[in-house]
């Protein structure tokens, strides 16, 4: 199962991508967060450093184990969160941690349930057929270009029909399970159209600043809020 999710990656970041608004200005990145994780000190941003797919659960476990400067962390689970923590900026102490980000990645109930049901059907699928895994290079070059430029993205694959194949094997997952596909179309929307979390901040940014950085931010996380608490998806 830990193969197939890498292959998820980037089309996870590109449908779910968190905000381009990054301490009062909009970045040119898809994903400025994902991008300056990836850049700090001690980074550990969530794609394995691993030079092959890992065939056995044996091997999974050496990966995990394998994060130095660790000793003092005998609990699996401990060792597991923190070799796969991706959502903060290590500091030169192994107890501190920065996170920043104007909203969650996905914002209200119905966005969270719609990336479970992708996952969920994708990963029950793609295990059911022993679907081929893509080389871990092409899956490393897509998650940087969309890192870098989410739909505008160039590489030997199309991305937008990446995730859009995807989407349809998750779909196919979910009615193998005998569940049907709720709140995937919320994803399949974005797809479509273009666009993600971040995005929809972006576009919220560029009609409502008005010179003033704080009183637009909170009116942004008013109306991010106000999204959440109704569980209307961003579109």
Not at 187 to 208: F, I
């Amino acid at each position: 199962m830990f193969n197939y999710i890498l292959n998820l990656l980037p089309s996870a970041i590109l449908l779910g991508s968190n905000s381009r608004l990054f301490a009062g200005k909009l970045f040119s990145l898809y994903e400025p967060r994902v991008y300056l994780y990836d850049h700090s000190e001690q980074q550990n941003s969530g794609f394995p450093a691993i030079a092959k797919y890992l065939d056995r659960i044996e091997d999974y476990v050496d990966y995990i184990a394998s994060r130095p400067g660790r000793d003092s962390t005998t609990d699996y689970f401990g060792l597991e969160k923190d070799r796969h923590d991706d959502l903060r900026i290590r500091l030169n102490s192994p107890y501190y941690r920065v996170e920043t980000r104007i909203m969650s990645v996905q914002p209200t109930p119905k966005e969270i349930v719609a990336m479970i049901e992708f996952f969920i059907g994708f990963l029950y699928r793609s295990i059911l057929e022993g679907k081929p895994l893509r080389p871990l290079s092409s899956i490393r070059e897509e998650r940087l270009a969309v890192i870098r430029t989410g739909y505008n993205s160039k590489t030997h694959f199309d991305i937008s029909e990446t995730a859009k194949t995807q989407l349809h094997v998750a779909k196919k997952g979910l009615k193998d399970l005998g569940l049907g596909p709720e709140y995937i179309g919320i994803l399949e929307k974005r797809l479509e159209n273009k666009t993600s979390p971040g995005e929809y901040v972006t576009r919220l940014w560029e009609s409502n600043y008005n010179g003033n950085v704080y009183q637009t931010v909170s009116e942004i996380i008013q109306h991010v809020w106000d999204k959440t608490k109704n569980n209307s998806p961003l579109l």
